[in-house]
């Protein structure tokens, strides 16, 4: 089983970033997928979650608006586009899916500075 981030690097205040998070070696489209974030010295948190069949999603209030989550089943993939970065938007960004089991990613960093 693995999940594997990528799209996270520095931008700019106000910039945009495409996280991606690639599942193989369990049946990706039977799980509820989520992305969560930990800043130095702060809990993990959640940020975005998206139902098994893609309809239903759920976010955080500090990113409503700015942040997307979608789905591709057919290609096991999940994706978090955002927008209007801010610096407090910095952190190490995990996948997560969860039915029967519970997988996580190892991360993404994310730096949002000018």
């Known amino acids: 089983v693995q999940l594997v981030e990528s799209g996270g690097g520095l931008v700019q205040p106000g910039g945009s970033l495409r996280l991606s998070c690639a599942a193989s070696?369990?049946?990706?489209?039977?799980?509820?997928m989520s992305w969560y974030r930990q800043a130095p010295g702060k809990e993990r948190e959640l940020v975005a979650s998206?139902?098994?069949?893609?309809?239903?999603?759920n976010y955080a209030d500090s990113v409503k608006g700015r942040f997307t989550i979608s789905r591709d089943n057919a290609k096991d993939r999940t994706y978090l586009q955002m927008n209007s970065l801010k610096p407090e938007d910095t952190a190490v960004y995990y996948c997560r899916a969860v039915n029967t089991r519970d997988y996580w990613g190892q991360g993404t960093q994310v730096t949002v500075s000018s």
């Open positions: 998206i139902s098994s069949s893609g309809w239903t999603t």
């Open positions: 070696g369990f049946t990706f489209s039977s799980y509820v």
